[in-house]
């Protein structure tokens, strides 16, 4: 399956999800909220389609993506104005480790920054061909909000994108969603 920036986008919400600092987040079911743009308009677009293909699917067919991404660690709703949000399991151990989750296996990061309640994170991916940097402020141990912007090519044009982000913990336990991949450390 091909990635595209909005896959690299949709993953990277979920690289701000850890605490910064001496803080720490509580473990269990985490809810983020995502607001994608790009000046151009074309991510904005994107989840707009996205959201319709989602509108014109059966109800089975609702059902069986619900749970391949939900086997792969994720509950995710596109909302109106390309906003995502998206549900996952953050363990102790992940949180521990400062393992910052993700969908898809392709990316490095790395914390360039760090203070008791903020940290900045460079990342790339090399499939597709992505880079970009954040910053995340830690509220408390069940909240914080994220800024990120990505640099990638998706179909052969350099293309920006902004993603703000909102996390907020929902419980400490998980249901059946269970944990999703972790991305390796930049060295």
């Keep these: 399956m091909k990635k595209s920036l909005t896959a690299v986008a949709v993953a990277c919400a979920a690289l701000l999800a ?30 707009a389609m996205m959201q319709k293909q989602l509108a014109n699917m059966s109800p089975d067919q609702r059902q069986a993506m619900q749970q391949m991404l939900e086997r792969n660690g994720v509950q995710m709703n596109i909302g109106a104005g390309g906003a995502l949000t998206t549900r996952m399991c953050m363990t102790k151990e992940m949180i521990e480790r400062k393992e910052f989750p993700v969908a898809e296996g392709d990316c490095k990061q790395q914390v360039t920054q760090q203070s008791a ?3 900045k994170i460079a990342f790339s991916c090399t499939r ?3 880079s970009g940097e954040g910053e995340l402020t830690l509220d408390s141990d069940t909240s914080y909000r994220a800024k990120m912007h990505i ?20 419980s400490a336990d998980c249901g059946k ?7 390796p450390q930049a060295k």
């Design 18 to 47: 850890l605490p910064a600092g001496a803080q720490t987040l509580k473990p269990g079911l985490w809810e983020l909220s995502n607001k994608v743009s790009s000046q151009d308009g074309q991510m904005q677009s994107a989840m």
């Design 117 to 119: 309640s903020r940290m």
């Design 128 to 130: 597709p061909p992505a």
């Design 151 to 170: 640099k990638g090519v998706q179909g052969g044009q350099q293309q920006d994108v902004d993603m703000d982000v909102a996390g907020k913990w929902l």
């Design 177 to 183: 969603l269970r944990p999703i991949s972790s991305i």
